[in-house]
């Protein structure tokens, strides 16, 4: 398999963990709900799992999981990591834009370097 | 959202989280891998790939393991912004290496090292930025 196909492959896997977690981050977002003890975690998980789009960030994350074991048959597991590395920029554009958080340069500087360090850990 | 910042309590439960991922992901790659050896090559082999993931022991012990990861990660961006979580996350990468330097006396080469401190300074940065949203917010 060409290393193109893989690459597009990591990418939509990218997608499918940011759509993921997204999905769950709103939700969580829309229950304000205030975790501070063990028997309010699980008040709250069990609230969560009520919420039907919950699901759908399970379907993606499985999705995901399944691309992954898939891309992990075709080639080397650093490299693999290295590529998969983007995937904090998607997350950094989508929560800014879909979540209203607000991603300022820090946060920027600090997502960059990540990646940055991954493809220097993964690759050496 | 009030409570944004990055406490240790967090950071401690981030790290749980990526304990917890990486024996997940173990447990998958050892699904991942049938005994047969087989190549997928085909809509068939993918099939009998699928089979043989699912009736796969260590995929379930991935699955336990992966709903209690569910619980951590859910209660953690309960307190904290998801683009500031994710890269926190990525903590795993810094503990692999060290661990396997300071329990297996591995060595690092010079550019592995560059990684890891370019990750600590990303992590860092990431916190640093969730202090001053507190600040400016309160």
New interface residues.
Partial sequence: MSILVVILLLIIMSCFDTAS??V??SS??S?K???NSISS?IR??FR?ILIPRVYLSLLFSTAS?FIW??V??KIDLNLA?SIDSMH?IF??FA??IF?K????Y??W???????????????? | ?RKSRVTLKIILFLILTDVLETLAHYF??R???PESGLI?SNALDAFVFMKA?VSSGFLWLGIVIVATEF?F???I???I????A??IA?FS??MV?LVSVIALHEKI?L??W????????????????TK??GVASE
């Fill in positions: 977690q997204l769950l981050k969580i977002n229950l709900h205030n975790v975690v709250f998980i969560l999981l074991l898939f992990l048959s990591f904090y997350i950094a929560s800014g979540l958080e607000r991603v300022g820090k946060r500087l600090g997502t960059i370097l990540i990646v940055i360090g991954i493809a220097m850990v993964t690759l050496s | 959202m998958f790659k699904t991942a891998l997928v993931v619980v990660w859910s209660t961006l309960s307190k912004d998801l683009s500031v994710v890269p990525s990468y810094i290496p080469s550019l592995r560059s990684g890891i401190f370019f990750i600590m300074a990303g992590v860092i940065f990431v916190s640093l930025s001053d949203r």
